[in-house]
């Protein structure tokens, strides 16, 4: 899925956090955003999700204006890791099915497994494993276990366009690099925009870019 993104602005009051941004990702690129805390690197990813509407400038995807699209359809082309995973207060399934309502339990336990949630499933038979219960009252999980738990939704999701903010912060570097490799495998034939502060993978990218004081610079490795 492609993206176009055309004279772009967004202010939060005086504070300017995109500034007539321009930025054309074509279908099956990978691109990843860097740049300090505070920058808009995730109001750019809440702008392609709709979360707001800039000031100025349009967004299309797919050739399609980004406010012509509808909800439904829109959560359906796009695989999104925010900042901050939700947990429901339910099962460890149904947080999972909420990205692949049809999944069967052994694609559940395979992405677990692919995401390095195998603790997860210790103990118990992983039919049962599954009916952990997350949320209020629950297990807590760490803040790894969270991003890796938004993590395997968006897998699950095949939506043709990739949105990660910051997908491997907190994991150590042996995990990163596994987290990596399964995203990469998962990108082929999508469009991925990646926000990190990281540089481990950014050999794989297309492009990078650098997102400071609401301007858009391309980064040479």
């Known amino acids: ?22 930025l054309d990702i074509p279908t099956g690129e990978l691109v990843a955003l860097l740049g300090p805390s505070g920058c808009g690197k995730t109001t750019l990813l809440q702008l392609l999700t709709r979360a707001w509407d800039p000031q100025m400038g349009e967004i299309r995807l797919a050739d399609m204006p980004l406010s012509a699209w509808s909800e439904p359809a829109l959560r359906a082309e796009i695989s999104v890791v925010s900042q901050r995973v939700h947990i429901f207060s339910a099962t460890l399934a149904d947080n999972l099915r909420l990205a692949a309502p049809s999944a069967s339990d052994e694609e559940l336990v395979a992405i677990l497994q692919a995401v390095g949630l195998d603790a997860l499933l210790l103990g118990d038979t992983p039919r049962k494993a599954l009916q952990l219960w997350l949320g209020d009252g629950g297990r807590p999980l760490s803040g790894g276990e969270q991003r890796r738990l938004g993590l395997a939704r968006a897998l699950l999701h095949r939506g043709p366009l990739l949105l990660l903010d910051e997908p491997t912060e907190g994991l150590d570097p042996a995990t990163e690099q596994a987290i990596l490799a399964l995203i990469f495998e998962h990108a082929r034939d999508k469009s991925l925009l990646m926000i990190t502060h990281r540089l481990t993978g950014l050999q794989q990218m297309d492009r990078v870019l650098r997102l400071e004081q609401g301007q858009l610079q391309t980064v040479i490795l």
Not at 1 to 22: C, P
């Open 1 to 22: 899925m492609s993206i176009e993104i055309s004279h772009v602005t967004k202010r939060f009051g005086n504070f300017v956090a995109l500034d007539d941004i321009a």
